[in-house]
């Protein structure tokens, strides 16, 4: 159990266009979400939290208007990348946290997606 | 804030042992982790240790903790060439953030 997907494993797209990646949790309820950003060796950078039903929380430096996060559901967050440029291109890696009968719980992540913006 | 830190390399032969050392700063961290991320791929969760344990074992791998010297350890046993990766320790004060080390890369001479 605990499988957390990511579409798309990989994009490719031009300067200025939105890319948009999902996360699920496929076999539990994730009240939380995080969003990750990894640059080549690298260790990762958490870059928000997401609550279901709530605006996410950004780490600082991390720029709201350009990495919007949406969590709708107990089970998806997307994170839309908008108006990409090169320098955005990097491993983004979603987790999902649940609460077990009340204690909490690890993150299990998912596969990544690589976005590569020309 | 915390700051979590490993060694970027480590070089065994198939058959022996490894041992991946990290060291953390904060000591009111819950949950102490190790993921395996292999090329290209995410991150996979091998094993997390409570802050009220000092050693958990889980097949070939063994996880140590030392609390009073915020230092944790991974040791897999009978290293394999499968086990080549980059091991990343990571510590959380429950489970919100989570502050992952740089990673140490494991390779794994047949």
């Known amino acids: 159990g605990a499988v957390v997907s990511q579409h798309p494993s990989w994009v490719i797209c031009k300067s200025g266009t939105s890319v948009k990646i999902e996360c699920r949790s496929l076999?539990?309820?994730?009240?939380?979400m995080f969003w990750y950003r990894q640059f080549p060796k690298q260790s990762l950078m958490l870059m928000a939290t997401?609550?279901?039903?709530?605006?996410?929380?950004?780490e600082q430096g991390v720029e709201k208007d350009k990495f919007l996060i949406n969590h709708a559901s107990l089970t998806l967050s997307t994170l839309t990348v908008t108006s990409a440029h090169p320098e955005d291109s990097s491993f983004y890696i979603c987790s999902a946290a649940r609460l077990a009968g009340g204690s909490t719980d690890t993150q299990y992540f998912g596969p990544g997606t690589r976005l590569t913006v020309l | 804030g915390e700051d979590v830190e490993q060694s970027l390399f480590l070089s065994v032969r198939e058959g022996d042992s490894s041992v991946i050392n990290c060291t953390y700063t904060?000591?009111?961290?819950?949950?102490l982790y190790w993921y395996k991320q292999e090329p290209g791929a995410g991150l996979q969760l091998l094993t997390y240790i409570f802050s009220n344990m000092d050693m958990k074992q889980d097949q070939r791998l063994t996880v140590l903790l030392n609390k009073k010297d915020k230092h944790l350890s991974l040791r897999i046993a009978d290293t394999q060439t499968g086990d080549s990766a980059i091991y990343f320790c990571?510590?959380?004060?429950?489970?919100?953030?989570?502050?992952f080390g740089i990673g140490t890369k494991l390779q794994v001479i047949p």
């Open positions: 076999d539990f309820q994730a009240t939380t």
């Open positions: 997401s609550n279901e039903g709530s605006k996410a929380t950004y």
């Open positions: 990571a510590a959380s004060g429950g489970y919100q953030k989570v502050t």
């Open positions: 904060d000591s009111s961290s819950t949950y």
